[in-house]
Structure formats: structure tokens, C-alpha cells
């Protein structure tokens, strides 16, 4: 999300070169050319932080200053002062000031002010959460499972818990893999130390070494200053990496290095840094099959895996589904102020046959939609089953098989078969509209045995797909 700045100041010049310099690095600047005016606008605008002068007509900026740390706290503020005299340098730093800017302007010096604040204001609200995340009682109240797997889980979460280790966390996409490494994170002595997560495949390749490092000012286009790279955020706390299966062999080198030497280098940097993190890794991929096709390294691999952790689909333990149905339900209810609601028999025997492809995080999902749909405060089957009919339909109008049958499983099926043929079977483009992973596809592709030639010639000939 791009950071909003509020420029206030009664020269237009300077409010101009505000708005094109900052605009220019990415920021969205509004101006005012009085302090009543900023105040009027500040609800509506919501910046992340205000620079303003400190000589106006009317109200001053001192004085603005100080209306706004009133009102919303949140909200940096740097003057802009045309003479460092003492007083107003003290008095603008004792108002709550997070610096001040001396005329005439140098925009590098903006920038750097900027640029520190805006981290500053990053690294607050992760703290934040991270103070409200500890503050819950996380424990091991938000696994939920009875099953002999799961309760093997939690042994081996106090296991680790209070050791460096590093932990793999394996397990299909959306059993909750970031759940057991917070777990063991929260659980541990370092519980107060930042827990930073960070999904690999969520960030381009170009960008991950400067995401995980850091980097120097001018390490690259767009690098107007420094920033500190995931390692750094963690501190003495947990570096969470997810889908660490799907990296390059090159970025696996140095995240290598980092493990063996405890030590790193920001893009574009020279100066060594240290790094007290403890990794914990996942993936959903077969990283023995990797190593053996030479696409992960075998070095990494047992470095990461020095404490392994399997976390079991769901259609493995389908005793626990009405504990998580009940624990979803009861949370939701209350975060979704939806009042108390209930699960019919019918319903959660629905829920119980269930295969769930998308594991925990697709229950967690279809409840979701039920309880938002249902009404009286009871979840029955038709509420799970929203728009299934329609394809159901869809699937007998186009000879899909099984089209008559009204089984969850039946409807996945003819939903899956709908997308693929919708996409051209591309598999690609159907995972990303199904919501699902690549191997998940794969595996709903050979379990309805849906058109597999059809769909791996076309998926080939895509590209990339």
C-alpha cells in the first residue's frame, strides 16, 4: 500500500516540490496551504505522515503539531523550520516531532527523513501485532486435533520449542503449516522476540535476496534508501520461510551461507551483519525428489531439516473435523458478530465425508460463507452447498458424469472439470481459479481421472503451465 503524506505549508513552490519529488519515489502526496485546512482534511485523508511548516498565517505548526499527536497519535509529523534556533527545534521535538527539516530544502536530507520514518512507522505496527499476537493466548489452543498425528505434533512442538534449531514444517497447502511455526515460536523463550514471516513465493525472484538481506541505498533502481531485510526484522526472534521448495538453486546458496555463518551482506553492501534468527522452514513440495533432479540442494536441504515436522491432510483425520468445525464456528461467530450459531447433523456429516483438498484452510473458508449465508443460526447442508447445484446443472447440460449425484465429492468433481474446460486445460489458469495449488490440481485431476491426456497435452503446450 502506498504511504500517504500530507504537505502543509503556505508557499506553493515548496508544497510543489514536495508533491512531484515524493510523488516521483512512490509516495502519494496531498497538500494544504494552511494548518486549519490539514486538520479539516485529516480524517478523510489519513496520512501516514505529515510535514508541515512551522510559520503560517493563522495557526502555526507548532500548533498543528500538537492538534494532531492529540487526535491521532499514529500520525508522524516533521516541520519544516527556517532557521535551527534551539527553542523551536526543542519545542517541536517536546510536542512529539519525529524530526524537523531546515530551509532551504534538500531533498536527499527529505528523502532520508522520509524514507527512516516511514520504516520506523513500519516497524511500529509490526510490533504491534506482534505485542497482540504474543498477548493472545496462543498456545496450542488454535491447533486443534485429536488425532494420534496431531498429538504427535504437539510433542515434537515442546520438543523444539526451546532450542535453535531449525525445523522443516512439510505438509499439503493449507493444513497450517505457519500455525505449528508460530506455535513453536510463541512457545518458546524467544516468545517476545519478532516472529517474521515470509512466503517465497510471494515475492519475484529479482527481489527475494534484498527482501530476506536488505539493501543499500542505490543497490538498485528504485533503492532510495536503505532497508533492513527480513533477517534484521527477526533479530533474536523466528524467520519463518514458506514454500521454501519453490526458490532457485542460486538464492539457495546464500540462504545456505546465512545458516552456516550466522552472517549476511545487504544488496549492494559491504559491511558484514549478524543474524541470531532461527529459521523455520515449509513446503508443500517433495524435496527429496528436488534434490534428486539436482533442483535443491542437498546441503540446504539437511540443514533445514534438522527437526522434521509432517502435518497430516485433513482427509487423514476426519475425527477431527467436527472438533475444528466447533472451533471455527465458535470464533467466527464471535469475530463476525453474528451471534451464536449451529451446525446441523446433516451438515457436518457433509463437512465429515468431505475429501478437503484445501485442508483446514478450506473448511475455515466454507464455514465462512455458510454462517454469512444461513439464516436462523443454523448451518444446514444447503448453505454448503451454494451454487454447487448450478454446476450441477451446468455439468449435465455439458455430459459431465456423476451430474445427478448431490455428494460434495460429485460436485468437486464436476466443479473441477468445469474450470479445466473452461480454461482450455491449462492447468495453470485453473489452479489459480479454483484456488488451489499445482500439486493439489494434479492430485483432483488423478483422483476424478478428469480427461489426464487431454489436460497434460494442453497444459504443455501453455506456457508455462
Known amino acids: 500500500m502506498t504511504d500517504r503524506i500530507l504537505v502543509v505549508d503556505d508557499d506553493a513552490s515548496i508544497r510543489e516540490t514536495f508533491a512531484n519529488h515524493l510523488g516521483e519515489s512512490g509516495h502519494q502526496v496531498m497538500t494544504a496551504p494552511d494548518a486549519e485546512r490539514a486538520l479539516s482534511q485529516l480524517a478523510a485523508l489519513d496520512p501516514a505522515l505529515v510535514i508541515t511548516d512551522v510559520r503560517m498565517p493563522g495557526m502555526s505548526g507548532l500548533d498543528l503539531l500538537e492538534r494532531i499527536k492529540t487526535a491521532r497519535p499514529d500520525i508522524d509529523v516533521v516541520v519544516i523550520t527556517a532557521h535551527e534556533d534551539m527553542r523551536t527545534a526543542i519545542g517541536a521535538m517536546k510536542a512529539g516531532a519525529y524530526d524537523y527539516l531546515v530551509k532551504p530544502l534538500d531533498l536527499d536530507h527529505i528523502?532520508?527523513?522520509?524514507?527512516?520514518?516511514?520504516?520506523?512507522?513500519?516497524?511500529?505496527?509490526?510490533?504491534?501485532?506482534?505485542?497482540?499476537?504474543?498477548?493472545?493466548?496462543?498456545?496450542?489452543?488454535?491447533?486443534?486435533?485429536?488425532?494420534?498425528?496431531?498429538i504427535a505434533t504437539y510433542k515434537l512442538i515442546g520438543q523444539v520449542a526451546d532450542t535453535r534449531t531449525p525445523v522443516?514444517?512439510?505438509?499439503?497447502?493449507?493444513?497450517?503449516?505457519?500455525?505449528?511455526?508460530?506455535?513453536?515460536?510463541?512457545?518458546?523463550?524467544?516468545?517476545?522476540?519478532?516472529?517474521?514471516?515470509?512466503?517465497?513465493?510471494?515475492?519475484?525472484?529479482?527481489?527475494?535476496?534484498?527482501?530476506l538481506f536488505g539493501h543499500v541505498?542505490?543497490?538498485?533502481?528504485?533503492?532510495?534508501?536503505?532497508?533492513?531485510?527480513?533477517?534484521?526484522?527477526?533479530?533474536?526472534?523466528?524467520?519463518?520461510?514458506?514454500?521454501i521448495g519453490d526458490t532457485s538453486l542460486a538464492f539457495q546458496a546464500k540462504l545456505l551461507r546465512v545458516l552456516q555463518e550466522h552472517e549476511f551482506v545487504p544488496v549492494g553492501g559491504e559491511k558484514v551483519r549478524r543474524t541470531e534468527a532461527r529459521v523455520i522452514a515449509a513446503t508443500n513440495r517433495n524435496l527429496e525428489a528436488l534434490v534428486?533432479?539436482?533442483?535443491?540442494?542437498?546441503?540446504?536441504?539437511?540443514?533445514?531439516?534438522?527437526?522434521?515436522i509432517r502435518v497430516p491432510p485433513l482427509r487423514e483425520r476426519r475425527e477431527d473435523v467436527a472438533l475444528l468445525v466447533a472451533h471455527?464456528?465458535?470464533?467466527?461467530?464471535?469475530d463476525m458478530h453474528l451471534g451464536r450459531m449451529a451446525v446441523s447433523a446433516s451438515a457436518l456429516a457433509a463437512l465429515g465425508s468431505y475429501d478437503w483438498p484445501g485442508n483446514v484452510r478450506e473448511l475455515e473458508n466454507t464455514l465462512a460463507r455458510a454462517m454469512v449465508v444461513a439464516r436462523g443460526g443454523v448451518i444446514g447442508v444447503e448453505h454448503l452447498s451454494l451454487g454447487l447445484g448450478?454446476?450441477?446443472?451446468?455439468g449435465a447440460a455439458n455430459g459431465f458424469p456423476d451430474a445427478d449425484d448431490d455428494s460434495l465429492e460429485a460436485m468437486e468433481r464436476v466443479h473441477v472439470e468445469r474450470v479445466l474446460r473452461k480454461t482450455g486445460g491449462n492447468k495453470r489458469q485453473a489452479a489459480l481459479r479454483l484456488g488451489v495449488s499445482r500439486p493439489t490440481l494434479d492430485r483432483l485431476i488423478e483422483k476424478y481421472a478428469l480427461a489426464v491426456g487431454v489436460v497434460k497435452e494442453r497444459d504443455s503446450d501453455s506456457n508455462g503451465g
Do not use: Q, W
Not at 228 to 235: D, H, Q, S
Open 328 to 334: 471455527f464456528v465458535e470464533r467466527m461467530s464471535r
Open 168 to 211: 522443516l514444517v512439510r505438509g499439503e497447502t493449507g493444513t497450517g503449516k505457519e500455525l505449528i511455526a508460530r506455535a513453536i515460536h510463541f512457545n518458546s523463550r524467544a516468545a517476545e522476540e519478532p516472529f517474521v514471516a515470509l512466503n517465497c513465493t510471494a515475492v519475484a525472484e529479482t527481489l527475494l535476496e534484498s527482501e
Open 390 to 394: 448450478r454446476l450441477a446443472d451446468e
Open 217 to 243: 541505498r542505490g543497490a538498485f533502481t528504485g533503492a532510495v534508501g536503505d532497508r533492513r531485510g527480513r533477517f534484521e526484522l527477526a533479530g533474536k526472534g523466528t524467520l519463518f520461510l514458506d514454500e
Open 111 to 150: 528523502d532520508l527523513i522520509v524514507g527512516r520514518c516511514l520504516r520506523d512507522r513500519a516497524m511500529r505496527a509490526r510490533t504491534s501485532r506482534l505485542a497482540a499476537e504474543a498477548a493472545e493466548p496462543f498456545a496450542l489452543d488454535r491447533l486443534v486435533g485429536r488425532h494420534p498425528a496431531m
Open 292 to 308: 534428486r533432479d539436482g533442483r535443491f540442494r542437498e546441503d540446504l536441504y539437511y540443514r533445514l531439516r534438522v527437526v522434521e
